[in-house]
């Protein structure tokens, strides 16, 4: 027998709003409109958004 899988609609999600927000994080810089630094000190978070979201696309797929 073939399993049908439940597709999501936030598959692929991810990436395209990390780009996003990055883009606009540059721009905003380049624009004076943040301080460089604030955006250097929150680059570590990235990761941990990234690992997030995995994390929960995950869990929902085990759930349901």
């Given at each position: 027998?073939?399993?049908?899988?439940?597709q999501?609609?936030?598959?692929?999600?991810?990436?395209?709003?990390?780009?996003?927000?990055?883009?606009?994080?540059?721009?905003?810089?380049?624009?004076?409109?943040?301080?460089?630094?604030?955006?250097?000190?929150?680059?570590?978070?990235?990761?941990?958004?990234?690992?997030?979201?995995?994390?929960?696309?995950?869990?929902?797929?085990?759930?349901?």
């Amino acid at each position: 027998m073939k399993e049908t899988t439940k597709q999501s609609g936030t598959k692929g999600f991810t990436f395209p709003m990390i780009l996003i927000l990055a883009g606009l994080l540059m721009f905003l810089t380049r624009n004076g409109l943040v301080d460089r630094q604030l955006v250097l000190q929150l680059l570590p978070l990235i990761p941990v958004a990234i690992g997030g979201s995995l994390l929960v696309s995950r869990l929902r797929r085990k759930a349901g």
